[in-house]
């Protein structure tokens, strides 16, 4: 059965930072796409970053370009979210994403296994 479990989440104050994690078991990490999204109360789930299966390519939502960056190890089966600038409108769950190939996409419907999330909120 495969697992995905994020950590790392928290309060931090607007302009602070946090480094999300994602662990993967149960089945081989590095051949497959991987992504974060996120989810804000009263609205849709969205991209945030995605990252292929080899590490490239990677690309962002226009909204946190510059300020986080996504990366892997895949010796270790994890992913990473580096956020550093936070902004109280990066308030959400945050859900690490498991694509069935080597690619990712933006939409949270062709996701095939997620994490249970990890909350981060920024304070003002």
């Known amino acids: 059965q495969v697992q995905l479990v994020e950590s790392g989440g928290g309060l931090v104050q607007a302009g602070g930072s946090l480094r999300l994690s994602c662990v993967v078991s149960?089945?081989?990490?590095?051949?497959?796409?991987m992504a974060w999204f996120r989810q804000a109360p009263g609205k849709e789930r969205e991209f945030v970053a995605g990252?292929?299966?080899?590490?490239?390519?990677?690309s962002y939502v226009d909204s946190v370009k510059d300020r986080f960056t996504i990366s892997r190890d895949n010796a270790k089966n994890t992913m990473f979210l580096q956020m550093n600038s936070l902004k109280p409108e990066d308030t959400a769950v945050y859900f690490c994403?498991?694509?069935?190939?080597?690619?990712?996409?933006?939409?949270?419907?062709?996701?095939?296994?997620w994490g249970q999330g990890t909350q981060v909120t920024v304070s003002s």
């Open positions: 994403a498991q694509f069935p190939g080597t690619g990712y996409f933006r939409s949270y419907s062709t996701v095939q296994y």
């Open positions: 149960g089945r081989i990490f590095s051949d497959r796409a």
């Open positions: 990252i292929t299966w080899s590490g490239s390519p990677i």
